[in-house]
Nanobody
Framework: VQLQASGGGLVQAGGSLRLSCAASGPTFSGYVMGWFRQATGKEREFVAAISRSYGITSYTDSVKGRFTISRDNAKNTVYLQMNSLKPEDTAVYYC??????????????????WGQGTLVTVSS
């Protein structure tokens, strides 16, 4: 599967952005999907993940209550709605796809397919 992330940009603290990740191929519904992010000088970290179906989700603690991951299997797209953004959310955001796992995956190494990343910058 090939992934194309979009929707990043510059936003003021407290603002919102919605990231999208479009997947190619007919088997999108067979993948657990995740979002990761990497800030300058830091390691890439897990942000959110969603199961193949039934909408089972997982979030890192720092984004709970502010970010929402969702997917539309008919459109081969996964989304990350980001509200109440903070300067510390500034990072390159990557979508990823995994064949492993029953519901969701939080471990980077379980994801075999990655998008190119989209930059989110939150100004204070």
């Amino acid at each position: 599967v090939q992934l194309q992330a979009s929707g990043g940009g510059l936003v003021q603290a407290g603002g919102s952005l919605r990231l999208s990740c479009a997947a190619s191929g007919p088997t999108f519904s067979g993948y657990v999907m995740g979002w990761f992010r990497q800030a300058t000088g830091k390691e890439r970290e897990f942000v959110a993940a969603i199961s193949r179906s039934y909408g089972i989700t997982s979030y890192t603690d720092s984004v709970k209550g502010r970010f929402t991951i969702s997917r539309d299997n008919a459109k081969n797209t996964v989304y990350l709605q980001m509200n109440s953004l903070k300067p510390e959310d500034t990072a390159v955001y990557y979508c990823a796809a995994s064949r492993i796992g029953n519901y969701y995956e939080r471990t980077e190494s379980k994801y075999a397919y990655w998008g190119q990343g989209t930059l989110v910058t939150v100004s204070s």
